[in-house]
């Protein structure tokens, strides 16, 4: 396989990463649908929809700042189209999950809402990063030069780490866990926690094996919002260790 594995249409090549977003973001939507059929969801189907709003506008505008604040150096000469097509997953779960709590405020909803849609997440970041893969070099979803087993030349003429290919292999072991839990006891709201404590915790430590930028004290925006994260959750942390 040669990267970036690219495909032409009327003479124009073009990268198939915008391709598995859109099929990621299809099929995450249809699998929620379909799961939701299965449970009685104690929260409307109103309430519901606003809930999703918020989300959506909380990644739109998270994904875009933790993006921009990988590369600290160059803040001051981004532009509006720079800005528009920056984005990473961590600032759009991390600005999903505040846009659900202020959503969920204002329309005076208490109840725990994410654990229907853990499974949803997991098979659609496993699709987004199909296209991350095969960019390449393209993407800023490699890692640094390796000699490990597993590296890989990305389009560069460099062995590296495929970051993106191992992202893919711990979202298939997350949904494996997640599925052997699914009869464990658990509260609402519980598992929805448990998949982002997880997740966070793998891009902090994944996030060393790449070219990253310092944001302060020499760790990224990565870094930064993975331990926000971990330290929001910290009471949830304590308690599903002992209970798990």
Known sequence: ???????????????????????????GVRLYYFLKKGIKDPISDEDRLWIMLGAMLGALIGSRIVAVLEDPAHIRQISFFTLYQSKTIVGGLLGGLFGV????????????????????IIVALFIGRIGCF????????????????????????????PVALYEMIYMVLLLLFFIGIRKKELLNGDRFKLFMVLYFSYRFGIEFIKSYQSLVLNLSSIHWSALFILLYYYKFIIRIVKQL
């Open 1 to 27: 396989m040669t990267f970036p594995v690219q495909f032409t249409i009327f003479g124009e090549t073009y990268h198939w990463h915008y391709i598995f977003e859109v099929i990621a973001f299809f099929v």
């Open 101 to 120: 709590e202020l959503i969920k405020k204002i329309i005076g909803v208490k109840i725990a809402s994410g654990d229907i849609y853990v499974v949803p």
């Open 134 to 161: 095969l960019m390449g070099v393209d993407e800023p979803v490699f890692g640094k030069e390796t000699s490990f087993f597993m590296g890989m030349d990305l389009g560069d003429g460099l062995k590296r780490h």
